[in-house]
């Protein structure tokens, strides 16, 4: 007998079907009966939906993303019962990549209002499938542009354009000040014109249980920053910065500055014009302390250390972190924290680093290697060594052969009631098994990387990136850290000579960062940490 089951999904831009058709729950009910009309057995395990998800959205719906890792599985489902071809999505490719997939995995699709298979498996259901998902993409855009032409419309005039903002109350199409939360959007300016950071200034607020602009009692930095940055706080209502859109299957946020709509409205002003240019002036202040790229995307953070080194540094006796404190002398030097916390019982290290005298030799020994040259070289080296290493395939693939033979052997297993024991030996399996044929794809993309080639593809590229990592490394101490913390993947050990008269320092440089942003995806693949900071003696 036929196994049956069904996908419903509705949107939130429908507003043209009758709410009892856009229903979910009534979805399920039509296609619990389309089956029981042609003698299936509806199997409610196989009843997968979203509600309330556009159907450009592929990457975030969680009943579709269960319905495919359901059949990717072993499965009884032979039909599935939808009520239209749109309900499995509004993107033309990615909807009849859709239905090619459940195609593949012996899943036959029915419409119950068409009472016809959805298909591709030859030219006529291409051509047909084709067709409505162009139709259904087409009424998707067409909807969100009249959606957003109304919106505007009414940011024109000066309305509401819906959604609820902290600090006002909406009422028909204007919104009013809401004095609680008023005083709250004004104790954050406050605490920002002061210099407290965002995440200080939620945690204050988290502290107190003030509410959040959810409702709930937990506040977020991106919240704080997200009122600060907010000109209706100022008395100016704008409208357009950014708009959603889909991009590759999901929902994605951009700028689109073209459309701005800028209107003054003194009746929402919660803070005064003072205050709003001094927000702004601290706000300017920390973003010149983060690395972005020339396009304003952000590249790094700041490290939360007003001292450069200390994030990065362990004592290379005890592997504990370091902290800065002042000598005798008032010079800052660098300690061990667990020989200062725990006693020599813990950490014999008891000397102290010169704080001056690291920073000088760090940056200055990073500053010679991040040169573009030398990146390619050790780049180079490493691609050679991972292809000798790699060189013979064979014995990870007699690996994998085996263990798929004994990962069939266990689940024949499962089936005459070895639960528990057997399911552990699996999952084993499966996780080695997955290991291993990441390491032959690694293996196979390596052999097809020419060295020769890819210093030819991104040199100039490299050569650009490097200046700009060696400009912010001497840029201010918040930059230094945030390159360190590209190239460092874990802290460097600082060990003192038995005579204390010298530093040895030692630890792993990585440069996939710097592959990563000049897109040299295939040797990604197969780098990790590749170059040895040598022990310099100090």
């Known amino acids: 007998m036929v196994t049956a089951g069904c996908y419903a999904r509705k949107s939130t831009d429908e507003g043209d079907k009758a709410a009892d058709a856009k229903s979910?729950?009534?979805?399920?009910?039509r296609a619990r009966e389309y089956a029981a009309e042609r003698g299936w057995r509806f199997d409610d395990r196989y009843v997968f939906s979203d509600d309330g998800v556009s159907g450009a959205e592929f990457k975030s719906r969680a009943g579709l993303n269960a319905l495919l890792s359901a059949v990717k599985e072993r499965h009884r489902l032979n039909a599935l019962v939808v009520s239209e071809q749109?309900?499995?999505?509004?993107?033309?490719?990615?909807?009849?990549?859709l239905i090619q997939a459940l195609n593949d995995a012996d899943v036959k699709i029915y419409s119950y209002l068409d009472d016809k298979e959805i298909s591709v498996n030859d030219e006529l259901g291409e051509i047909e499938q084709f067709i409505k998902s162009w139709a259904g993409a087409s009424e998707r855009r067409k909807t969100s542009q009249r959606v957003r032409d109304r919106l505007r419309q009414?940011?024109?005039?000066?309305?509401?354009?819906?959604g609820r903002l902290y600090g006002y109350a909406t009422a028909g199409k204007q919104r009013t000040i809401k004095p609680s939360e008023a005083a709250v959007i004004r104790r954050i300016f406050k605490r920002r014109i002061d210099g407290a950071g965002y995440f200080k200034i939620a945690k204050e607020l988290n502290r107190e249980k003030v509410p959040s602009p959810s409702g709930a009692t937990l506040w977020w930095g991106s919240q704080v920053g997200s009122i600060l940055r907010n000109e209706t706080y100022a008395g100016t209502r704008v409208w357009g910065l950014r708009r959603r859109t889909k991009r590759r299957g999901t929902t994605v946020v951009e700028k689109s500055l073209e459309s701005v709509v800028r209107r003054e409205a003194p009746a929402l002003r919660i803070v005064t014009d003072a205050?709003?240019?001094a927000a702004q002036a601290v706000n300017e202040v920390a973003t010149e302390r983060t690395w972005r790229s020339p396009d304003g995307r952000l590249k790094s953070r700041p490290t939360e250390s007003r001292h450069l080194l200390a994030p990065?540094?362990?004592c290379g006796v005890c592997g504990g972190s370091m902290h800065v404190q002042y000598s005798k002398k008032r010079e800052e030097r660098l300690f061990c924290t667990r020989r200062h916390n725990l006693g020599a019982v813990r950490c014999s290290n008891q000397r102290g680093l010169l704080v001056k005298a690291a920073e000088h030799f760090i940056l200055d020994k990073f500053a010679e290697v991040l040169v573009s040259k030398i990146v390619m070289s050790k780049i180079e080296a490493a691609l050679e060594a991972h292809r000798a290493a790699q060189a013979d395939p064979e014995p990870l693939r007699a690996e994998a052969k085996r263990l798929r033979a004994e990962i069939k052997r266990l689940v024949d297993s499962l089936a005459s009631g070895e639960v528990e024991?057997?399911?552990?030996?699996?999952?084993?399996?499966?996780a080695r098994l997955d290991r291993v044929e990441e390491e032959l794809s690694g293996a196979a993309a390596i052999q097809g990387i020419d060295s020769r080639a890819v210093r030819a593809d991104i040199a100039a590229e490299m050569e650009a990136l490097m200046a700009d990592w060696r400009a912010h490394l001497r840029k201010n101490t918040s930059t230094a850290q945030q390159v360190l913390r590209k190239i460092l993947p874990q802290k460097l050990r600082v060990t003192p000579s038995k005579s204390g008269d010298k530093w040895f320092f030692e630890g792993m440089t990585d440069y996939t960062a710097a592959l990563r942003e000049v897109g040299f995806a295939p040797a990604l693949s197969a780098l990790e940490s590749i170059s040895k900071v040598p022990r310099t003696p100090w």
């Open 86 to 97: 749109s309900r499995l999505g509004r993107d033309t490719i990615r909807t009849l990549a």
């Open 421 to 430: 024991e057997v399911r552990d030996a699996v999952n084993q399996r499966r």
């Open 312 to 314: 990065f540094l362990a």
């Open 154 to 162: 009414k940011a024109e005039r000066g309305e509401s354009t819906g």
């Open 24 to 29: 979910v729950s009534r979805q399920v009910q």
């Open 275 to 277: 205050q709003w240019r």
